[in-house]
């Protein structure tokens, strides 16, 4: 399976299978449209006949030569022969943990999928104990796994930060007895940050996620205090200070665009204005009906705004400066292996989420939904057949997936989004795979761009 | 080549024979915790 596509001047062919990225001259895209594997030694007649109205014979002979070298080497038209390693991750051991500390806020976000911080079952701190109790877990059921992967996320993480700071300490203690090595990540709307707990996280965590939507007025419309006030400018302050005072260690600003802000890519470049480079801003998943919502309808904008942002982005870069957007970042040689691809993040398999309760979901998402508990840590349940169930869904099982160009890149999408939004987390949420998909393509272009491939300047 | 230039090292189908070691990150965990990109994942084995 190939994927072709124009963007920008260039004229991009994405061999699906193998991963091979080409880009070709006008004569070789159209050729790619008129031929199908397996190929032939020379060019079909009818293509040559039909392709020599607007090219020279001798060109087209030459170009088809190049397709079927290509087709050869296994970098074009290639073969999808992944599905006899569908089941290798069955049954796999859990190595991350998503642990909900507080189900509570002191922001009242219009579009949280946490229902402003308690996901619907009332507002609690989980307790050390508790937190304790999963650690146990996540060490027990890792099996072989090194690196364990533990995210504290909420609810707001800092209103119980002494519980992050306790469960913290605890896991380094049981490090070197297990023979694993911790991985603390936080995700934090930062009113509460200050200077402890600043120094904390750069310390103990290996990555921190701070919530802020880009401009102002963008941040203040959705993230507002119970008051209403915007919570913008009591935060970027404090951002800007943990991010000078955290070094080379991975950080990211991360927005939500809406409705509101269909030009988001002055959201993404306000960031960079405030002086942080590491940036993600995405899409609301929401309800419909919602006002903030994003819908099949505001599809050829926001397309057009991701152009806008990868060109800005371009543009930004001829000024010998640099930032990373978290969605045009795509490493086409060394990303992860075919195995990690077929099935994504793993929620419910090597992935779940704990609540301040104990129980256990597959993820931060699926967590307040009942079809969705998986068990609870202090009575040591635990749903192996659910386990087993997520373990099986992966592009194979997919339906739509099976087909699609991006299937290597996205690896069938978020569960928790399809079962929300498509009605089963085998079923496609068509909002989020269009979007997917468009980034995955200025990705692609912005890399050749990078690489100095030259296109015609007129067409982007 | 004239007409296609190859722009990567195109190793999926390799990475198959030696991946799914596990040691990498859950793609959720990283930035976005709202949807799924794996391809922006590094290898870390």
Redesign the interface.
């Known amino acids: 399976m190939i994927h072709k596509y124009k963007l920008c001047g260039y004229n991009v062919v994405l061999d699906v299978n193998s991963g091979g990225v080409h880009i070709v001259d006008d004569l070789t895209y159209d050729l790619l449209t008129d031929v199908e594997p397996p190929l032939a030694e020379k060019c079909p007649e009818e293509v040559l006949e039909k392709l020599s109205k607007f090219y020279k014979k001798e060109d087209i002979i030459s170009c088809y030569e190049e397709v079927l070298e290509a087709y050869k080497e296994g970098i074009l038209f290639s073969e999808d022969n992944y599905e006899q390693y569908a089941d290798m991750s069955v049954a796999s051991p859990i190595k991350a943990m998503c642990l909900n500390i507080a189900h509570d806020c002191n922001l009242r976000c219009d579009y949280c999928f946490a229902s402003t911080g308690d996901f619907g079952s009332g507002r609690k701190l989980m307790t050390y104990e508790t937190g304790k109790k999963a650690i146990d877990f996540l060490l027990e059921k890792s099996a072989n796994r090194e690196n364990l992967e533990l995210d504290f996320f909420g609810g707001e993480p800092l209103m119980n930060f002494d519980v992050v700071k306790q469960i913290v300490e605890y896991a380094r203690s049981r490090e070197k007895e297990y023979g694993k090595r911790f991985r603390f990540t936080i995700t934090t709307n930062g009113m509460l940050l200050d200077d402890d707990k600043i120094d904390f996280i750069n310390k103990e965590m290996s990555n921190v996620v701070l919530s802020v939507d880009g401009r102002k007025e963008v941040n203040d419309r959705v993230r507002h205090r119970v008051d209403g006030s915007g919570s913008y400018d009591k935060i970027i302050p404090k951002y800007r200070k943990l991010v000078e005072k955290r070094g080379d260690k991975e950080y990211y600003v991360r927005g939500t665009y809406t409705k509101y802000n269909l030009d988001f890519s002055d959201d993404v470049f306000s960031l960079v204005d405030e002086g942080f480079d590491q940036i993600s801003v995405e899409p609301v998943v929401a309800d419909p009906n919602e006002p903030y919502a994003l819908t099949e309808k505001d599809l050829p904008v926001i397309f057009k705004e991701y152009e806008k942002l990868m060109q800005r982005i371009v543009d930004y870069e001829k000024t010998g400066k640099k930032f990373n957007f978290f969605h045009f970042m795509l490493d086409l040689d060394q990303g992860p292996c075919a195995i990690k691809r077929l099935r994504g993040c793993g929620c419910g398999n090597d992935y779940i989420a704990i609540t301040p309760d104990g129980d256990i979901y597959p993820c931060h998402q699926f967590v307040g939904d009942d079809n969705y508990k998986m068990g609870n840590i202090d009575e040591g349940t635990f749903n192996y057949d659910m386990k087993n169930d997520f373990s099986k869904m992966h592009i194979y099982t997919k339906p739509e997936c099976h087909d699609c160009w991006a299937k290597f890149y996205c690896s069938g999408g978020c569960n928790a989004n399809n079962y929300k939004y498509a009605g089963d987390t085998r079923k496609a949420y068509r909002m989020s795979c269009e979007i997917e998909k468009k980034r995955l393509e200025c990705a692609i272009v912005l890399r050749a761009i990078r690489m100095g491939e030259s296109a015609d300047p007129s067409e982007c | ?13 390799a ?2 024979a ?28």
């Open positions: 080549m004239k007409h296609i230039k190859t722009i990567n090292k195109a190793n999926l189908k990475t198959a030696k991946g799914g070691c596990g040691k990498c990150q859950a793609s959720c965990q990283s930035a976005c915790k709202t949807s799924c990109t794996v391809a922006n994942q590094k290898c870390e084995r």
